[in-house]
């Protein structure tokens, strides 16, 4: 929604905002935030407000400007009604008012205008897991999980149920859209949904979502962890991608499997084409790659229209739209990156007229379907030998993921306790 400086001006002074949170998220997916007084805001509008980049993004680049996205206004509710805090997602920019490159938001924003020019909308939503562990008397956390129910186990077995309720509703009072919500698998383990939007709206609502769900689990008294693969003999924390295409207000996916047009093929064919190159983007730890395989996460790369577990699967559902859901990123990615990724390599199948071998059908089990990376080691190599990569993501960006991914690999493979070394990292 647009706000003119003069709406959000009366909507600071209506609602008594002291603070102004100025947002964005580094090349890693992470939030990071300047806060400022309300009596900046028009500063921040007109001219932007400088900030320090080294480390955050490309090193080379030490000053940046931050400017407010003002449809993107959104009050934090966990904090006080007196004196409340709104937060803008902002636009990057270099010193001298040129569009910063390595803007991830505005890349992810310029790939959709791509597919629009094209003829094509898009929606995209989420399915992020994660676990609530118990904290001690410091209130640290500890490596044991909340409760030891199971999937879409009820009180009393679900003990997260009321932590999960509060979270919804910070996530709806902030216009984050979220739609159902459950216990998962996993002792401790839950899921929520979000309701599918734009892509980059969807992308601000996950980069978004981390810092809700920690924030409402430590107040009650929890730990909030999206850690891949907490537990070796439970199932796993993925994040679910849901996808719908449309071309003349139809879905290219159709209204059933039969009815999957050549476009909806093509589209599909081109994400599995090119996933194993772009995993090291949506599975960017170590640990994810302990995930893969294990229960209801993919290892093959494969489709079906069918609930056999596989990469990519086609969703159909009375009332809605066709849509397709890519099943093996997990919340360590970087939304931006990864969702501008399953648009190119979808948009490429279409281009290049990519066929969807019926080979890789999960359906057809005894046919050879490959695999998913085996680690991220295996993932930084398919990544930078890409030419797809190369020519969706900017060079800077690239060489910084990449350099810092193969740095956590070799911290890795130094590591005496290689377990520990992935609790510290990711837990």
């Not at 931050?66 to 010193?95: A, E, N």
């Not at 509703?169 to 401790?188: F, R, V």
């Not at 306790?417 to 990292?425: G, W």
């Amino acid at each position: 929604m647009f706000f003119s400086e003069t709406d959000l001006s009366d909507f600071i002074e209506e609602n008594d905002v002291k603070f102004i949170r100025m947002t964005f998220c580094d090349t890693f997916g992470n939030m990071k935030n300047i806060a400022m007084m309300p009596r900046e805001l028009h500063r921040a509008i007109t001219d932007g407000i400088p900030f320090n980049a080294t480390g955050l993004l490309e090193a080379s680049h030490q000053n940046l400007l931050l400017k407010p996205d003002t449809s993107t206004l959104s009050i934090l509710p966990w904090r006080p009604q007196s004196g409340r805090v709104v937060r803008f997602f902002c636009k990057l920019y270099h010193m001298d008012g040129t569009p910063y490159e390595g803007d991830l938001r505005r890349n992810l924003r310029e790939t959709m205008k791509s597919l629009q020019n094209q003829g094509y909308q898009c929606e995209m939503g989420t399915r992020c897991e994660f676990y609530l562990f118990e904290t001690d008397m410091e209130g640290k956390p500890t490596k044991k999980p909340c409760d030891q129910g199971g999937y879409l186990d009820v009180a009393p077995l679900d003990k997260c149920e009321n932590t999960r309720r509060e979270i919804c509703l910070s996530l709806e009072e902030m216009g984050l859209n979220p739609t159902t919500s459950c216990h998962k698998h996993g002792p401790g383990q839950n899921e929520i949904d979000f309701a599918c939007s734009n892509p980059l709206t969807a992308a601000d609502n996950m980069a978004h979502y981390k810092t809700v769900v920690k924030t409402i689990a430590a107040q009650n008294g929890f730990y909030a962890s999206f850690m891949p693969k907490p537990f070796k003999d439970c199932s796993g924390s993925g994040l679910k991608i849901t996808l719908c295409i449309k071309k003349d207000d139809k879905s290219i996916f159709g209204n059933s499997h039969e009815a999957l047009t050549p476009e909806g093929r093509a589209f599909i064919a081109g994400i599995l084409n090119r996933v194993r190159e772009f995993t090291m983007f949506s599975n960017p730890t170590i640990n994810s790659y302990d995930r893969f395989g294990y229960r209801a996460a993919p290892s093959r790369i494969n489709w079906s229209e069918e609930n056999r577990i596989p990469l990519v699967q086609l969703l159909y559902a009375p009332g809605r739209d066709g849509s397709i859901e890519f099943r093996s990123a997990d919340a360590y990615c970087n939304p931006y990156i990864t969702f501008q990724m399953l648009l190119s390599a979808g948009m490429a199948g279409i281009q290049n007229n990519e066929e969807l071998s019926d080979n890789m059908n999960a359906a057809n089990e005894n046919s050879a379907i490959p695999t998913l990376p085996h680690s991220l080691e295996e993932s930084i190599q398919l990544a930078l030998e890409s030419e797809f990569v190369r020519n969706t993501v900017p060079r800077a960006i690239l060489h910084d993921f990449s350099a810092a991914m193969q740095k956590e690999v070799d911290a890795y493979h130094l590591a005496k306790d290689p377990e520990a070394f992935c609790f510290d990292r990711y837990f």
